[in-house]
């Protein structure tokens, strides 16, 4: 059975950082790309950052590129998501997510298995 547990998320104020962890159980991280989402209230779930098992290659979304930093730890079989500078506009409750493709993309249909979410606020 696939879990994979967010944490980290908080209430921060403008221009403040946190770090979102994702624990995975049931699929092994040296095998399987995760990929960073966030859906705000009243909008779409968004693609934020994603990294390649296979070769380590990552992608940002333009929004958050400069100060957003995707990581694995495969010996702890957790990914990370590290937040700097963070805006108002980066409210959302944040997802991590999981799939066998090799070099994924920041797509919703492309991940397999989805965490429950943790919420990032950034108000002042």
């Known amino acids: 059975q696939v879990q994979l547990v967010e944490s980290g998320g908080g209430l921060v104020q403008p221009g403040g950082s946190l770090r979102l962890s994702c624990a995975a159980s049931?699929?092994?991280?040296?095998?399987?790309?995760i990929g960073w989402f966030r859906q705000a209230p009243g909008k779409e779930r968004e693609g934020v950052s994603c990294?390649?098992?296979?070769?380590?290659?990552?992608d940002y979304a333009d929004s958050v590129k400069g100060r957003f930093t995707i990581s694995t730890d495969n010996a702890k079989n957790t990914a990370y998501l590290e937040m700097n500078n963070l805006k108002p506009e980066d409210t959302a409750v944040y997802y991590c997510?999981?799939?066998?493709?090799?070099?994924?993309?920041?797509?919703?249909?492309?991940?397999?298995?989805w965490g429950q979410g943790t919420q990032v606020t950034v108000s002042s």
């Open positions: 990294i390649s098992s296979s070769d380590g290659s990552i």
């Open positions: 049931g699929v092994t991280l040296d095998y399987y790309s």
């Open positions: 997510a999981t799939t066998s493709t090799k070099r994924p993309r920041l797509e919703v249909y492309e991940y397999d298995y």
